[in-house]
Protein backbone atom coordinates (compact mmCIF):
# COMPACT_ATOMS: atom_id res chain seq x y z
CA UNK A 1 0.00 0.00 0.00
CA UNK A 2 1.33 3.34 -0.92
CA UNK A 3 2.18 5.72 1.94
CA UNK A 4 -0.67 8.43 2.21
CA UNK A 5 0.48 11.77 1.60
CA UNK A 6 -0.62 15.75 1.41
CA UNK A 7 0.10 15.42 -1.87
CA UNK A 8 -3.01 12.72 -2.34
CA UNK A 9 -5.13 14.56 0.19
CA UNK A 10 -4.63 17.98 -2.10
CA UNK A 11 -5.64 16.03 -5.09
CA UNK A 12 -8.38 14.48 -3.35
CA UNK A 13 -9.71 17.30 -2.34
CA UNK A 14 -9.51 19.10 -5.61
CA UNK A 15 -11.32 16.14 -6.67
CA UNK A 16 -13.79 16.67 -4.77
CA UNK A 17 -14.56 19.97 -5.35
CA UNK A 18 -15.58 19.53 -8.71
CA UNK A 19 -18.47 17.68 -7.18
CA UNK A 20 -19.93 19.88 -5.06
CA UNK A 21 -22.61 21.67 -7.82
CA UNK A 22 -24.40 18.09 -7.66
CA UNK A 23 -25.49 18.32 -4.87
CA UNK A 24 -27.57 20.34 -2.64
CA UNK A 25 -27.55 20.95 2.05
CA UNK A 26 -30.06 19.24 3.81
CA UNK A 27 -33.73 21.74 3.15
CA UNK A 28 -35.72 20.16 5.73
CA UNK A 29 -33.56 20.78 8.83
CA UNK A 30 -34.01 25.18 8.14
CA UNK A 31 -30.27 25.42 10.12
CA UNK A 32 -28.52 22.89 7.24
CA UNK A 33 -30.69 24.95 4.56
CA UNK A 34 -28.12 27.98 4.65
CA UNK A 35 -24.89 25.99 5.18
CA UNK A 36 -22.37 27.11 2.31
CA UNK A 37 -22.73 24.23 -0.04
CA UNK A 38 -18.89 24.84 -1.41
CA UNK A 39 -17.17 23.46 2.16
CA UNK A 40 -15.04 20.89 1.66
CA UNK A 41 -12.41 19.16 4.20
CA UNK A 42 -10.26 15.90 4.15
CA UNK A 43 -8.35 14.75 7.34
CA UNK A 44 -6.67 11.68 7.86
CA UNK A 45 -4.85 9.93 11.03
CA UNK A 46 -3.45 6.92 11.04
CA UNK A 47 -2.78 3.95 13.61
CA UNK A 48 1.13 5.01 13.66
CA UNK A 49 0.61 8.93 14.46
CA UNK A 50 0.36 10.73 10.84
CA UNK A 51 -2.41 13.30 11.18
CA UNK A 52 -2.74 15.04 7.50
CA UNK A 53 -5.46 17.69 6.85
CA UNK A 54 -6.98 19.73 3.46
CA UNK A 55 -8.81 22.01 2.49
CA UNK A 56 -12.21 22.74 5.40
CA UNK A 57 -10.88 20.25 7.92
CA UNK A 58 -11.22 22.30 10.99
CA UNK A 59 -14.66 24.00 9.75
CA UNK A 60 -17.14 23.17 12.53
CA UNK A 61 -20.55 21.02 11.07
CA UNK A 62 -23.45 19.28 12.78
CA UNK A 63 -22.17 15.58 12.74
CA UNK A 64 -25.72 14.48 12.81
CA UNK A 65 -26.11 10.66 12.04
CA UNK A 66 -22.44 9.89 12.47
CA UNK A 67 -23.67 10.62 16.49
CA UNK A 68 -25.59 7.42 15.88
CA UNK A 69 -22.02 5.33 15.91
CA UNK A 70 -21.27 7.38 19.46
CA UNK A 71 -24.76 6.40 20.77
CA UNK A 72 -24.51 2.84 20.00
CA UNK A 73 -20.99 2.34 21.38
CA UNK A 74 -22.57 3.51 24.37
CA UNK A 75 -25.50 1.24 24.17
CA UNK A 76 -23.61 -1.72 23.59
CA UNK A 77 -21.02 -0.66 26.68
CA UNK A 78 -24.16 -0.21 29.21
CA UNK A 79 -26.35 -3.04 28.01
CA UNK A 80 -24.37 -5.41 26.12
CA UNK A 81 -24.97 -6.54 22.25
CA UNK A 82 -27.37 -9.71 22.97
CA UNK A 83 -29.83 -7.86 24.85
CA UNK A 84 -29.46 -4.70 22.32
CA UNK A 85 -29.87 -6.65 19.23
CA UNK A 86 -32.33 -9.57 20.70
CA UNK A 87 -34.82 -6.93 22.12
CA UNK A 88 -34.21 -3.60 20.73
CA UNK A 89 -32.57 -3.16 17.28
CA UNK A 90 -31.92 -5.27 14.24
CA UNK A 91 -28.91 -5.62 12.26
CA UNK A 92 -29.95 -5.63 8.81
CA UNK A 93 -29.54 -2.91 5.98
CA UNK A 94 -33.06 -1.55 4.70
CA UNK A 95 -33.28 0.17 0.98
CA UNK A 96 -35.61 2.68 2.58
CA UNK A 97 -34.79 5.93 3.76
CA UNK A 98 -33.22 7.03 7.24
CA UNK A 99 -36.30 8.77 8.46
CA UNK A 100 -38.50 6.10 7.14
CA UNK A 101 -41.34 4.35 9.36
CA UNK A 102 -42.85 1.87 6.78
CA UNK A 103 -41.54 -1.34 8.78
CA UNK A 104 -42.10 0.08 12.01
CA UNK A 105 -45.52 -1.70 11.68
CA UNK A 106 -44.93 -4.89 10.23
CA UNK A 107 -41.68 -5.56 11.91
CA UNK A 108 -41.70 -3.90 15.26
CA UNK A 109 -37.64 -3.53 15.70
CA UNK A 110 -36.53 -1.02 14.36
CA UNK A 111 -34.16 -2.67 11.14
CA UNK A 112 -30.46 -1.53 12.30
CA UNK A 113 -28.96 1.12 14.49
CA UNK A 114 -28.51 3.75 11.78
CA UNK A 115 -31.88 4.44 10.75
CA UNK A 116 -33.54 7.34 13.02
CA UNK A 117 -35.52 4.93 14.81
CA UNK A 118 -33.14 2.47 15.50
CA UNK A 119 -30.84 5.10 16.59
CA UNK A 120 -33.84 6.09 18.83
CA UNK A 121 -34.21 2.67 19.89
CA UNK A 122 -30.40 2.82 21.14
CA UNK A 123 -30.40 6.21 22.72
CA UNK A 124 -33.62 4.42 24.75
CA UNK A 125 -31.11 1.89 25.86
CA UNK A 126 -28.31 4.10 26.84
CA UNK A 127 -27.96 4.07 31.11
CA UNK A 128 -29.04 7.58 32.23
CA UNK A 129 -32.06 8.32 35.30
CA UNK A 130 -32.93 11.53 33.17
CA UNK A 131 -32.11 12.54 29.52
CA UNK A 132 -29.62 14.95 30.82
CA UNK A 133 -27.83 12.43 32.13
CA UNK A 134 -27.75 10.53 29.27
CA UNK A 135 -26.83 13.08 27.51
CA UNK A 136 -23.87 14.23 29.52
CA UNK A 137 -22.72 10.43 29.35
CA UNK A 138 -22.44 10.33 25.68
CA UNK A 139 -21.19 13.89 25.92
CA UNK A 140 -18.35 13.15 27.92
CA UNK A 141 -17.74 9.31 25.43
CA UNK A 142 -18.15 11.72 22.20
CA UNK A 143 -15.55 13.91 23.15
CA UNK A 144 -12.99 11.35 24.39
CA UNK A 145 -13.27 9.37 21.26
CA UNK A 146 -12.83 12.57 18.60
CA UNK A 147 -9.91 13.28 20.81
CA UNK A 148 -11.02 16.76 21.20
CA UNK A 149 -12.07 19.45 24.01
CA UNK A 150 -13.48 21.35 21.69
CA UNK A 151 -16.83 19.58 21.11
CA UNK A 152 -20.02 22.03 21.78
CA UNK A 153 -23.59 22.05 20.90
CA UNK A 154 -24.90 24.03 18.12
CA UNK A 155 -28.02 25.55 19.51
CA UNK A 156 -29.29 26.91 16.46
CA UNK A 157 -29.39 23.15 14.51
CA UNK A 158 -30.93 22.28 18.48
CA UNK A 159 -33.63 24.05 18.14
CA UNK A 160 -34.14 23.22 13.94
CA UNK A 161 -34.14 20.13 14.78
CA UNK A 162 -36.48 20.24 17.41
CA UNK A 163 -38.80 22.58 15.93
CA UNK A 164 -38.70 20.24 12.63
CA UNK A 165 -38.72 16.86 13.67
CA UNK A 166 -42.25 15.65 14.06
CA UNK A 167 -41.02 12.56 12.23
CA UNK A 168 -38.39 11.32 14.78
CA UNK A 169 -41.24 12.22 16.85
CA UNK A 170 -43.31 10.24 15.36
CA UNK A 171 -40.93 6.95 15.29
CA UNK A 172 -40.31 7.50 18.57
CA UNK A 173 -44.16 7.26 20.05
CA UNK A 174 -44.22 4.56 18.03
CA UNK A 175 -41.45 2.43 19.44
CA UNK A 176 -43.05 3.36 22.49
CA UNK A 177 -46.25 1.85 21.81
CA UNK A 178 -44.91 -1.07 20.72
CA UNK A 179 -42.52 -1.27 23.39
CA UNK A 180 -39.29 -0.42 21.73
CA UNK A 181 -38.27 2.08 23.24
CA UNK A 182 -37.15 2.25 26.98
CA UNK A 183 -37.94 5.29 29.26
CA UNK A 184 -39.50 8.57 28.67
CA UNK A 185 -40.40 9.37 24.51
CA UNK A 186 -39.60 13.65 25.28
CA UNK A 187 -36.24 12.83 27.01
CA UNK A 188 -35.57 10.26 24.50
CA UNK A 189 -36.02 12.41 21.63
CA UNK A 190 -33.78 15.76 23.31
CA UNK A 191 -31.05 13.41 23.57
CA UNK A 192 -31.40 12.67 19.98
CA UNK A 193 -31.73 15.85 18.81
CA UNK A 194 -29.21 17.35 21.15
CA UNK A 195 -26.40 13.96 19.68
CA UNK A 196 -27.09 15.35 16.33
CA UNK A 197 -26.26 18.83 16.78
CA UNK A 198 -23.29 18.61 18.18
CA UNK A 199 -20.42 20.36 16.30
CA UNK A 200 -18.01 18.54 15.19
CA UNK A 201 -14.51 19.08 12.27
CA UNK A 202 -12.83 16.17 9.95
CA UNK A 203 -10.49 16.31 12.24
CA UNK A 204 -12.50 15.16 14.99
CA UNK A 205 -14.46 12.58 12.89
CA UNK A 206 -11.42 11.07 11.26
CA UNK A 207 -10.32 10.69 15.16
CA UNK A 208 -13.38 8.85 16.06
CA UNK A 209 -13.08 6.73 12.94
CA UNK A 210 -9.22 5.74 14.08
CA UNK A 211 -10.12 4.40 17.32
CA UNK A 212 -12.96 1.93 15.64
CA UNK A 213 -10.29 1.06 13.05
CA UNK A 214 -7.80 0.94 15.77
CA UNK A 215 -9.76 -1.82 17.74
CA UNK A 216 -11.35 0.33 20.16
CA UNK A 217 -8.00 1.72 21.49
CA UNK A 218 -7.24 5.30 20.74
CA UNK A 219 -3.59 5.30 19.61
CA UNK A 220 -2.68 8.60 21.05
CA UNK A 221 -3.39 7.91 24.26
CA UNK A 222 -3.43 4.25 24.31
CA UNK A 223 -6.31 3.85 26.28
CA UNK A 224 -9.41 1.37 25.66
CA UNK A 225 -12.63 3.32 24.54
CA UNK A 226 -14.48 0.70 23.57
CA UNK A 227 -14.44 -3.33 23.31
CA UNK A 228 -12.62 -4.56 20.26
CA UNK A 229 -15.79 -6.57 19.62
CA UNK A 230 -17.77 -3.33 19.67
CA UNK A 231 -15.48 -1.98 17.14
CA UNK A 232 -15.86 -4.90 15.05
CA UNK A 233 -19.70 -5.08 15.49
CA UNK A 234 -19.77 -1.04 14.40
CA UNK A 235 -17.61 -1.19 11.25
CA UNK A 236 -19.26 -4.25 10.05
CA UNK A 237 -22.88 -2.00 10.38
CA UNK A 238 -21.11 0.49 8.90
CA UNK A 239 -20.30 -1.57 5.66
CA UNK A 240 -24.00 -2.65 5.71
CA UNK A 241 -25.95 0.00 7.02
CA UNK A 242 -23.57 3.60 7.41
CA UNK A 243 -24.68 5.16 3.75
CA UNK A 244 -28.63 4.05 4.60
CA UNK A 245 -29.93 3.13 1.32
CA UNK A 246 -26.65 4.02 -0.68
CA UNK A 247 -24.63 1.35 1.51
CA UNK A 248 -24.34 -1.18 -1.20
CA UNK A 249 -23.37 1.58 -4.21
CA UNK A 250 -20.60 2.95 -1.61
CA UNK A 251 -19.48 -0.91 -0.78
CA UNK A 252 -18.73 -1.20 -4.63
CA UNK A 253 -17.49 2.30 -5.23
CA UNK A 254 -15.50 2.89 -2.06
CA UNK A 255 -15.63 -0.56 0.63
CA UNK A 256 -14.47 1.28 3.59
CA UNK A 257 -16.46 1.08 7.03
CA UNK A 258 -18.66 4.44 6.49
CA UNK A 259 -20.77 6.73 8.34
CA UNK A 260 -22.68 9.73 6.93
CA UNK A 261 -24.77 12.21 8.67
CA UNK A 262 -26.75 15.04 6.80
CA UNK A 263 -24.32 17.70 8.30
CA UNK A 264 -22.26 16.84 5.36
CA UNK A 265 -19.55 14.44 7.35
CA UNK A 266 -18.72 11.02 6.47
CA UNK A 267 -16.44 9.33 9.27
CA UNK A 268 -14.54 5.94 7.68
CA UNK A 269 -12.38 3.36 9.39
CA UNK A 270 -9.65 1.59 7.89
CA UNK A 271 -8.97 -1.78 9.48
CA UNK A 272 -5.39 -0.85 11.53
CA UNK A 273 -4.78 1.22 9.42
CA UNK A 274 -6.15 4.79 9.70
CA UNK A 275 -9.24 7.02 10.24
CA UNK A 276 -10.70 9.05 7.36
CA UNK A 277 -12.82 12.42 8.20
CA UNK A 278 -14.11 13.76 4.93
CA UNK A 279 -16.74 17.05 5.12
CA UNK A 280 -18.89 18.64 2.43
CA UNK A 281 -22.54 19.81 3.20
CA UNK A 282 -23.94 19.41 -0.26
CA UNK A 283 -25.72 15.97 -0.04
CA UNK A 284 -27.14 13.75 -2.91
CA UNK A 285 -30.66 12.40 -2.56
CA UNK A 286 -29.79 9.89 -0.13
CA UNK A 287 -28.36 12.15 2.30
CA UNK A 288 -25.04 11.43 1.59
CA UNK A 289 -22.20 14.08 1.21
CA UNK A 290 -21.20 14.04 -2.55
CA UNK A 291 -17.86 15.80 -2.51
CA UNK A 292 -16.96 13.44 0.75
CA UNK A 293 -17.57 10.39 -1.51
CA UNK A 294 -15.80 11.12 -4.13
CA UNK A 295 -13.01 12.26 -1.76
CA UNK A 296 -12.98 8.55 -0.46
CA UNK A 297 -13.16 6.78 -3.81
CA UNK A 298 -10.25 8.84 -5.20
CA UNK A 299 -7.89 7.88 -1.55
CA UNK A 300 -9.69 3.92 -2.67
CA UNK A 301 -7.92 4.11 -5.43
CA UNK A 302 -4.84 6.35 -5.43
CA UNK A 303 -3.82 4.31 -1.90
CA UNK A 304 -4.85 1.40 -3.78
CA UNK A 305 -6.91 -0.25 -1.11
CA UNK A 306 -10.33 -2.00 -1.54
CA UNK A 307 -11.14 -4.00 0.97
CA UNK A 308 -13.70 -6.43 -1.83
N1 LIG B 1 -30.81 14.81 12.65
C1 LIG B 1 -31.06 14.13 11.44
C2 LIG B 1 -32.47 13.54 11.47
O1 LIG B 1 -32.85 13.04 12.46
C3 LIG B 1 -30.05 13.05 11.24
C4 LIG B 1 -30.22 12.33 9.94
C5 LIG B 1 -28.96 12.05 9.20
O2 LIG B 1 -27.89 12.58 9.42
N2 LIG B 1 -29.10 11.21 8.20
O3 LIG B 1 -33.19 13.58 10.51
Known amino acids: ?13 AYGRTFTSQGKTAQYIPYLRHVDRDLVGISVQTADGQRLS ?4 QTRFTVQ ?8 ALALQDRGEKYLFSGRVGLEPTGDPFNSIIRLETDKKPYNPFINAGA ?21 FFEKLCGSKG ?19 A ?15 GENLDVYFRMCSLYVTAEDIAHLALVLANRGVDPVTGERLMAAEHARIIRALMVTCGMYEGSGEFAVKVGFPSKSGVGGGI ?8 GIGVFGPALDGRGNSVAGI ?13 LF
Open 1 to 13: MPNITQAMLEEAL
Open 54 to 57: AGDA
Open 65 to 72: SIAKVVAL
Open 120 to 140: IAVVGAIKGRTGTEKFERLFR
Open 151 to 169: ISLCGEAYLSERETGDKNR
Open 171 to 185: LAYHLKATKMLEGDV
Open 267 to 274: ASAMLDRM
Open 294 to 306: AMLEYLAKAMDIR
